[in-house]
């Protein structure tokens, strides 16, 4: 019986991004669409949810499927754009930057 294996790296990535780990799963076990990766011996698993992209990396191991990573990104949005920076980082750095930008806007 085939198992589907979830990687250390692969729960960090998705706290850090802020990935619905059960987005992931569906994302595995049913794909809209499947690419080979060209810089690894493994393959895209794409599924769209909810207006994101969720793009799974799975290898196979015999009959197993490994989970290395997965991300995700807004239907349309490329992923040079994207802040994958968890919510509160970004609100954090936000607060942080209003002052230095209060300051450089009186010189």
């Known amino acids: 019986?085939?198992?589907?294996?979830?990687?250390?790296?692969l729960r960090e990535r998705i706290k850090q991004r802020g990935l619905n780990p059960d987005w992931v799963d569906t994302?595995?076990?049913f794909p809209?669409?499947?690419q080979k990766s060209y810089t690894t011996n493994s393959h895209k698993?794409?599924?769209?949810?909810n207006g994101f992209k969720i793009v799974a990396a799975v290898k196979r191991q015999g009959s197993d499927w490994i989970i290395t990573s997965a991300w995700?990104?807004?239907?349309?949005?490329?992923?040079?754009?994207k802040?994958?920076?968890?919510?509160?980082?970004?609100?954090?750095?936000?607060?942080l930057r209003s002052p230095e930008s209060l300051l450089k806007s009186k010189k």
Request: hydrophobic share 45%; glycine share 2%.
């Open 45 to 49: 698993h794409i599924k769209v949810i």
């Open 27 to 29: 994302a595995v076990r």
């Open 1 to 9: 019986m085939s198992k589907v294996i979830w990687t250390t790296h």
């Open 72 to 81: 995700w990104n807004s239907v349309g949005t490329s992923t040079a754009t």
């Open 83 to 95: 802040d994958n920076r968890f919510f509160l980082e970004k609100w954090v750095d936000k607060i």
């Open 32 to 34: 809209d669409e499947v």
